[in-house]
């Protein structure tokens, strides 16, 4: 059982940590005071499941079911417009939106206290997420198991109230978890943090069978990289083993023929006038050492493509609506990621600013880079934007408020 230990509100004798009790206070309030502010906002832009289809035409707008079954529903672009007026994302304030209905609707004897400043927003909203998958009776059982004592509850005990309310409440969905779990597996290559030295973290999580194949495949890497005369560390050679294995796809074969190497494209910069200076890789938005472009280059199997400087002011254009390769190029490399206000995605489609059927051109200028959800939240919904010079956008949410969106050539 956690402890049920609390702060009194007492003066300290100590002036200026009484100071800091206080500024912790007044942020304490401040976040209950933003919850309310959005709850507000929601009361005016969500609905029931028995009105919500007289309020939207969800043809043109669908709803978001952002917290759990019995919570009321939210228009989409509305909610995109209460995500950056809380400085947030797309992503990150539909998620904060979502918990702060779950909590205001389906975890009541929570939010009481949250209010009076008895258990923190964010230690709230921890169980908001767990419980949004629960039926209502469920999240209403953790509601009222945790309520008492979550200002001293650890993470793993609200873990199990979760667990307890569904095994009880929703065996269904304990089992599909359960055979779910599996789904959890995932290779991921953190291209958003390369070093300077060209360094990237990777993390996994395999079946234990693929595991085993892989720390094999690594070891035997590791041994052939050091029968072949490498004095790296074992550690430096199983991740070169591990960058074999990528090339090759699934076969580790060191002693490959040449010009079957690399397929990936790294756009690298380098200054011609100042030959000393670390390049940069555009894929990345990262410099890069120049030792570490030599290394690259003179990779076994790495094939080498020198291409004409593509001009990012030059303005491309085509008279089909389908863009060209090189406008495609031009555009991404221009971009990098969706140019919605707050997003960074790179799974995009690209848009014309103004319409192709309303005599918008295909053309570098009149093209940008939009995520499927932004993408339909300005084909269908009330958002626009428009180019105020190439790689400046200027964006105008459905209740009047303007963003800029600059993505012109930048360099650390």
Not at 131 to 153: I, S, W
Not at 255 to 280: C, I, K, M, Q
Not at 283 to 309: D, F, H, Y
Request: glycine share 6%.
């Amino acid at each position: 059982m956690a402890s049920t230990h609390r702060t009194t509100r007492t003066s300290s004798s100590d002036p200026l940590l009484e100071s800091v009790r206080g500024a912790c206070l007044d942020i304490s309030r401040d976040e209950v005071n933003k919850l309310n502010a959005v709850l507000d906002w929601a009361a005016a832009h969500t609905a029931g499941d028995t009105e919500a289809a007289e309020l939207h035409d969800w043809n043109d707008e669908p709803p978001l079911q952002l917290a759990g079954a019995g919570a009321p529903v939210v228009a989409e672009y509305a909610a995109l417009d209460l995500a950056l007026s809380i400085g947030r994302s797309s992503d990150s304030g539909l998620a904060y939106l979502g918990k702060a209905l779950e909590l205001r609707y389906r975890l009541p004897r929570i939010y009481a206290r949250v209010v009076k400043l008895e258990i923190p927003v964010w230690l709230a909203f921890r169980v908001a997420e767990q419980t949004r998958p629960l039926p209502m009776e469920g999240a209403a059982a953790v509601d009222k198991a945790l309520a008492a004592f979550l200002h001293g509850c650890a993470f793993t005990q609200i873990d199990r109230a979760v667990d307890a309310a569904r095994d009880e409440h929703d065996p269904l969905e304990a089992e599909r978890r359960r055979q779910a779990a599996a789904e959890g597996r995932h290779a991921d290559v953190y291209l958003d943090g390369v070093s300077t030295s060209g360094t990237v973290e990777v993390s996994a999580t395999l079946d234990l069978a693929d595991a085993l194949d892989l720390e094999a495949a690594l070891k035997s890497g590791a041994q052939q990289l050091a029968d072949l005369g490498s004095t790296e560390t074992l550690n430096v050679r199983r991740s070169q083993a591990l960058g074999e294995m990528g090339r090759h796809q699934l076969a580790l074969d060191l002693n490959s023929t040449p010009g079957s190497g690399r397929g990936v494209t790294l756009y690298v910069h380098l200054d011609a006038e100042a030959a000393d200076r670390p390049g940069f890789v555009d894929n990345t938005w990262s410099p890069v050492l120049l030792e570490q472009i030599r290394q690259w280059c003179q990779t076994a199997g790495t094939k080498m493509t020198v291409k004409p400087v593509i001009d990012l002011n030059s303005n491309l254009s085509t008279e089909a609506y389908r863009p060209t390769e090189a406008i495609r190029e031009q555009v991404r490399l221009r971009d990098g990621t969706c140019v919605f206000p707050g997003c960074h995605r790179r799974h995009v489609d690209l848009d014309h600013i103004i319409p192709f059927d309303a005599g918008g051109p295909t053309s570098v200028e009149n093209l940008a880079m939009l995520c499927r959800r932004h993408h339909r939240a300005k084909t269908h919904g009330t958002w626009r934007y428009r180019v105020v010079e190439p790689g400046l956008y200027e964006w105008t949410s459905p209740t009047g408020i303007t963003y800029l969106v600059d993505r012109r050539r930048r360099r650390p």
